[in-house]
């Protein structure tokens, strides 16, 4: 039978810190080669330069940091990505090399496999003026930094104040995000599906102050009461923004979403249950 070839525009992408990535893309380039139209191939993880060239999927190989890089260099102009784990967990990075390729042509046709997953939109303002801007694919966490006395941050959400949280931070996270930071201080897994956005209080000096799900289209401000000099923004653990007394951070949902390839080997909790081990019962022998 004649190979199937598809009229799909394909770019490839891996981690440059990666020796394994780079070697994984050159042996995936070949194989691309002969089923697809390959645009391109880089060693990066600003897709500045290329989101306008008309690709239909973005092949990403690294881990969920190089996914989660590549993302937001995307900005406004987010198209499907295809992750290629050569990381530790892979919750966004879902294929393995094998899987891709026995699956090649159903990921880059079947849009039955494409998921949209919400971004935050992150803008840091000091005195009514915007000092910073980002992207946050997980999170925006604010944590308290050196000298690492508590702080105390005030939170409006639509204009309406909340609440005032004493502690070492918070945490405003995505579902995409609920499985990262959020869940390592006891905030709620949030199933993908559901657009919502969480707020997640970091060892607060309250008995009170338990994680909140509000709304996907609330606008949550977050006011600098009293910080540390090291107090800092700190979006999907890769971008810091050092925050000052009287200093707003404002986050809400951003007008793209992130578009991502599933994986159909595997059922919609088969991350959470075989690599967090979610439900696992204890082994009393």
């Known amino acids: 039978m004649p190979k199937e070839v598809s009229d799909k525009r394909v770019y490839l992408l891996s981690n440059p810190d990666k020796a394994a990535a780079a070697k994984a893309m050159d042996l995936l380039a070949t194989f691309a080669a002969s089923h697809c139209h390959v645009v391109g191939t880089e060693q990066g993880l600003d897709c500045a330069h290329i989101r306008d060239d008309g690709i239909d999927r973005l092949i990403v190989l690294g881990g969920d940091g190089t996914l989660i890089s590549v993302a937001r260099s995307l900005a406004e102009h987010q198209v499907p990505l295809i992750g290629v784990n050569i990381g530790k967990l892979?919750?966004?990075?879902?294929?393995?090399?094998?899987e891709l390729k026995t699956h090649f042509q159903r990921a880059l046709s079947d849009d039955a496999l494409l998921r949209k997953r919400m971004i935050l939109d992150v803008t840091v303002s000091r005195e009514g003026r915007v000092l910073d801007y980002h992207i946050a694919i997980?999170?925006?966490v604010i944590r308290a930094g050196s000298p690492f006395r508590m702080v105390a941050l005030g939170i409006s959400i639509d204009d309406m104040p909340l609440t005032e949280v004493s502690g070492d931070g918070l945490i405003v996270c995505t579902p995409n995000g609920s499985t990262a930071h959020n869940l390592s201080v006891g905030g709620p897994i949030i199933q993908h599906g559901v657009d919502a956005i969480v707020l997640t209080p970091l060892a607060p000096h309250s008995l009170t102050h338990i994680p909140l799900v509000v709304e996907c289209d609330s606008v949550v401000d977050i006011i600098a009461?009293?910080?540390n000099e090291g107090t800092t923004a700190i979006v999907?653990?890769?971008?810091?923004?050092?925050?000052?007394?009287?200093?707003?951070v404002t986050i809400k949902?951003?007008?793209?979403?992130?578009?991502?390839?599933?994986?159909?080997?595997?059922?919609?909790?088969h991350k959470l249950v075989t690599k967090l081990h979610w439900g696992k019962q204890p082994d009393y022998e």
């Open 253 to 269: 949902r951003y007008a793209c979403a992130l578009h991502i390839v599933c994986n159909p080997m595997y059922p919609r909790w």
């Open 90 to 98: 892979g919750f966004l990075a879902e294929f393995s090399l094998a």
């Open 225 to 227: 009461t009293n910080v």
């Open 138 to 140: 997980n999170d925006c």
């Open 236 to 248: 999907d653990g890769q971008v810091a923004m050092p925050l000052k007394p009287g200093d707003r």
